[in-house]
T-cell receptor, first 112, second 113 residues
Framework: AQTVTQSQPEMSVQEAETVTLSCTYD???????LFWYKQPPSRQMILVIR??????QNATENRFSVNFQKAAKSFSLKISDSQLGDAAMYFC?????????FGSGTKLNVKP | DVKVTQSSRYLVKRTGEKVFLECVQD?????MFWYRQDPGLGLRLIYF???????EKGDIPEGYSVSREKKERFSLILESASTNQTSMYLC????????????FGDGTRLSIL
């Protein structure tokens, strides 16, 4: 069975600093897709970044980047120059054909 | 922008009632999803649909059913609500390919008394 594990229930970062959120997953598939979603307090969940497993190059979206280690089944999210608006729950997600799995989430606090 | 609208933000029902949660999307997405979100457990897939009148069970379908009579609308039904179904329910939609991100609604916080 595929599972997604986020081992950090909560993290804190100082404004303008860098933070890395961890995610590991379990799968026997070779082709799949990975996502990071952000859920601000009382607001909609939105996509932050996605990665195709067949691509070796790590995805980047402005201040957000991933470290994708396929062999280790690891998919961490790095947030650079953290801003107050980055405070949210972050969910790692896996997708393959008709399978969709989310991790338990990491709550990110940003300190001014 | 994609709009996924859930009919209620907050809902309070009683044990044994039949409960309907409605979701509508305006982007002609093939796929629609119902998740349940609980603290410490993340999002768990209840059901998804990849086409009108088609449905697939997710990880926790017990006690729930779904209906998709039109492409834009996906309904979650609690046949006989129980207190352990008190939760946040999220609807999402996406284009058909597996690499497409899901677009979420605001969620419905359902309390079963």
């Amino acid at each position: 069975a595929q599972t997604v594990t986020q081992s950090q229930p909560e993290m804190s970062v100082q404004e303008a600093e860098t933070v890395t959120l961890s995610c590991t997953y379990d799968t026997s598939e070779s082709d799949y897709y990975l996502f990071w979603y952000k859920q601000p307090p009382s607001r909609q969940m939105i996509l932050v970044i996605r990665q195709e497993a067949y691509k070796q190059q790590n995805a980047t979206e402005n201040r957000f980047s991933v470290n994708f280690q396929k062999a280790a089944k690891s998919f961490s999210l790095k947030i650079s120059d953290s801003q107050l608006g980055d405070a949210a729950m972050y969910f790692c997600a896996y997708s393959n054909f008709n399978k969709f799995y989310f991790g338990s989430g990491t709550k990110l606090n940003v300190k001014p | 922008d994609v709009k996924v609208t859930q009919s209620s933000r907050y809902l309070v029902k009683r044990t044994g009632e039949k409960v309907f949660l409605e979701c509508v999307q305006d982007m002609d997405h093939e796929n629609m999803f119902w998740y349940r979100q609980d603290p410490g457990l993340g999002l768990r897939l209840i059901y998804f649909s990849y086409d009108v009148k088609m449905k697939e069970k997710g990880d926790i379908p017990e006690g729930y059913s779904v209906s998709r009579e039109k492409k834009e609308r996906f309904s979650l039904i609690l046949e006989s609500a129980s207190t352990n179904q008190t939760s946040m329910y999220l609807c999402a939609s996406a284009y058909g390919a597996e690499n497409q991100p899901q677009h979420f609604g605001d969620g419905t916080r359902l309390s079963i008394l």
